[in-house]
């Protein structure tokens, strides 16, 4: 895989992705479950009862002969009785719910913004473990290619030391300078073996799973080119753009109380039919049911609410200028981000330059060395050092070449370049 292709693996298959499509989906669930407030509602209900007990009523008593002014109780109605129908209502008008199916698709707009976010977060991670891993294996390499020289070395003078020609402290010295590279290459193995597992974890790769990257260590040049091309823009980062549909919300949340105060309709409907009986024949279709039908209108106008929306509306106006003030200061971070990322490449691509030189001056010593030791007018001891220096300074330079890949991605991010 190159670069791009990790890239987008990683965006395929990490789980953290997988949710954040998911949220995506909640979000659109969210917003048909209140369209679904605004259809038509239709209900029914049905219910069977028997008294155990019927309710006594008291009615005055002269109507049965009794004292004037006395009463007497009287059971009325029957022992079962059951009643069916169905309703149905409508909502005409009502500001708070027009708003908020408008917050709603704001919401998710803002979900689908929070997993791009996420998604450039992802590659970022990606693209920085993929180049450490490109510049551990070829630190490897260079480090591999370095043990065999020495390793040759180490024979033929092993050779001239059993032939009398050198000391043993010569043989020694390099064979105490091998040791020290071999201890470097299985350092530098075992680095290998973490960061590509650690490519694999943030590319949601199966551990087991083989990966063989293609891609060519950038050099100084096309760091270059990357400063070079550099301009900002707010508008480009995703930062940015949240917070431009947290502000939307907040609008459209000062707009909801506001509405508050607005009436709403709702029209509505209803037809029932009761039975009552003395046995248990409510099914029975010889006896009649007594429907009832009712059709009208509700009208909702809030007059004083002890100054509840008033506060809410204040409180609204203040989160909005929270957000306002929150967009000035991501401005002004998104500026020294983009700064401080100029500047730090700059400084890395330098720094490697720089390193680059060492490195080849410390390869020019050990050849030079290597010349005045098979000679004879060159020391073990000369030998071993430029040998000892070379490995510093490709340790130096492999550390420099990291550092200004690193910079690199992070200046792309602060340009907004990763985009999904």
Same mark, same amino acid.
């Given at each position: 895989m ?5 890239v987008a693996?990683?965006i ?21 479950e ?6 038509? &509602?239709?209900? $029914? ?10 309710? %006594? /009523? ?25 009643s ?7 909502l +005409?008008f ?6 908020g ?15 791009? &976010? ?5 590659a970022?991670n ?6 450490? @891993? ?22 033929? %003078? ?6 009398? $020609?050198?000391?043993?402290? =010569? ?5 105490l ?11 530098t193995?075992?680095?290998l073996?973490?960061?590509t ?7 949601g790769m199966d551990?087991?799973?083989?990966i063989?990257l %293609? ?11 990357? @400063? ?9 980062r ?8 947290q ?9 909801r109380?506001k ?20 046995? $248990?024949?409510?099914f029975?279709?010889?006896? !009649? ?9 509700? @009208? ?9 929306? !008033?506060y ?6 203040? !989160? ?18 983009? !700064?401080?990322?100029? #500047? ?6 330098? =720094?490697?330059?720089? &390193? ?14 290597k ?5 004879? @007018?060159?020391s #073990?001891l ?5 040998? #000892? /220096?070379?490995?510093? /300074? ?14 690199k991605?992070? +200046? ?6 990763y985009? $999904?």
């Amino acid at each position: 895989m190159n670069v791009e292709q990790a890239v987008a693996f990683a965006i395929e298959n990490h789980p953290d992705i997988k949710n954040a499509e998911l949220e995506i989906a909640i979000a659109q669930a969210k917003i048909n479950e209140l369209v679904a407030i605004g259809l038509p &509602q239709l209900n $029914f209900s049905a219910d069977l009862n028997k008294f155990v007990e019927i309710p %006594t /009523s008291f009615v005055p008593a002269e109507f049965f002969g009794g004292e004037p002014g006395s009463y007497a109780p009287v059971k009325f109605g029957q022992p079962w009785s059951s009643s069916a129908g169905v309703s149905a209502s409508q909502l +005409l008008f009502d500001g708070s719910y027009l708003i908020g199916i408008k917050a709603t698709k704001i919401y998710a707009e803002l979900s689908k913004k929070t997993a791009e &976010q996420l998604k450039i977060e992802m590659a970022v991670n990606v693209t920085k473990s993929y180049y450490m @891993v490109l510049v551990i294996k070829e630190k490897l390499k260079q480090l591999n290619g370095d043990l065999a020289r020495l390793d040759k070395l180490r024979k033929d %003078t092993k050779v001239l030391y059993e032939k009398g $020609f050198v000391e043993k402290v =010569d043989l020694d010295r390099l064979d105490l300078n091998y040791n020290l590279f071999e201890t470097a290459i299985n350092s530098t193995s075992r680095m290998l073996t973490d960061g590509t597992n650690l490519l694999k974890f943030q590319m949601g790769m199966d551990m087991a799973s083989q990966i063989e990257l %293609t891609e060519s260590i950038p050099d100084a040049k096309s760091f270059e080119s990357v @400063v070079e091309a550099t301009a900002v823009d707010y508008r480009n980062r995703i930062e940015y753009s949240i917070l431009e549909t947290q502000y939307t919300l907040s609008e459209l949340d000062l707009k909801r109380y506001k509405s508050q105060q607005w009436p709403s309709v709702v029209a509505f409907g209803s037809y029932s039919a009761n039975a009552s009986r003395n046995e $248990f024949n409510i099914f029975d279709g010889g006896y !009649r049911w007594y429907p009832t039908a009712i059709v009208g209108a509700s @009208v909702k106008m809030p007059i004083f609410g002890g100054f509840k929306n !008033r506060y809410q509306v204040n409180q609204a106006k203040l !989160r909005l200028q929270m957000v306002e003030n929150g967009s000035e200061k991501l401005e002004q971070g998104i500026e020294l981000e983009y !700064r401080n990322a100029v #500047s730090n490449l700059n400084k890395n691509i330098e =720094d490697l330059k720089i &390193q680059q030189k060492n490195r080849d001056l410390a390869r020019e010593i050990v050849r030079i060395s290597k010349l005045k030791y098979d000679k004879g @007018v060159g020391s #073990s001891l000369e030998l071993v050092d430029a040998e #000892s /220096s070379l490995r510093e /300074s490709e340790t130096n330079y492999f550390s420099a070449l990291l550092a200004t890949a690193v910079a690199k991605v992070e +200046l792309e991010k602060a340009m907004g370049k990763y985009k $999904f």
